[in-house]
């Protein structure tokens, strides 16, 4: 890569990414995060929006609702901003911590907080680190819209060289 090459993808980068970032100690909320993003499709015609990771969100919810019915509602927002402003929004969600894990991967019911992750998201992706260092899967594990997919695994080789994951037909320990 020549500096022309750096310095035209740094600019590539500029124009096309927006990042929203809650620069002071306090921990955004989905309504500030959404607001912020309304006004980046407004201005900007921004068209994706990723939120990153769930677990950074400010979670402060009524006394009187319970975990499973505010995790309802925030992804009902999500989905509505999603819906109304014509942006796909990628919402990024750890497991809990799996306490009798055998190192299979997770899924979507893992995710703390409630059965709303799988029930309520339209593709649901799980992305598990496999403890081979050459390959791990992807697992399309919920695909409401099939214009948009199908269930089942993808296969990744890391090239530590470059740094770069090749597509392959199936696991290693197969071919």
Known sequence: ?????LEQGKQ?????????????????????VLDLARAAVLRHGVRGLVIDPYNELD?????????TEYVSQILTK???FAQHHSCHVWFVA???????????????????????????CDNGIVIHRNRDPA??????VQVRNKV???????????????GEYLDIDE?????
Request: hydrophobic share 30%; proline share 9%.
């Open 135 to 140: 390959a791990g899967p992807i697992d399309q």
């Open 1 to 5: 890569m020549t500096a022309e090459d």
């Open 78 to 80: 999500i989905k509505r």
């Open 148 to 162: 948009a997919g199908t269930i089942g695994d993808a296969f990744l080789l890391y090239n530590r060289a470059t």
């Open 59 to 67: 979670h402060q919810r009524p006394v009187s609702q319970t975990e």
């Open 171 to 175: 696991p290693p320990g197969k071919r």
């Open 12 to 32: 590539w980068l500029s124009d096309t990414f927006y990042l929203i970032r809650c620069e002071d100690d306090s921990l955004p909320s989905i309504n500030w």
């Open 94 to 120: 750890h497991p809990r911590q799996l306490h009798q894990w055998v190192g299979g991967p997770p899924n979507l019911y893992d995710i703390s907080g409630s059965a709303h992750f799988i029930n309520k």
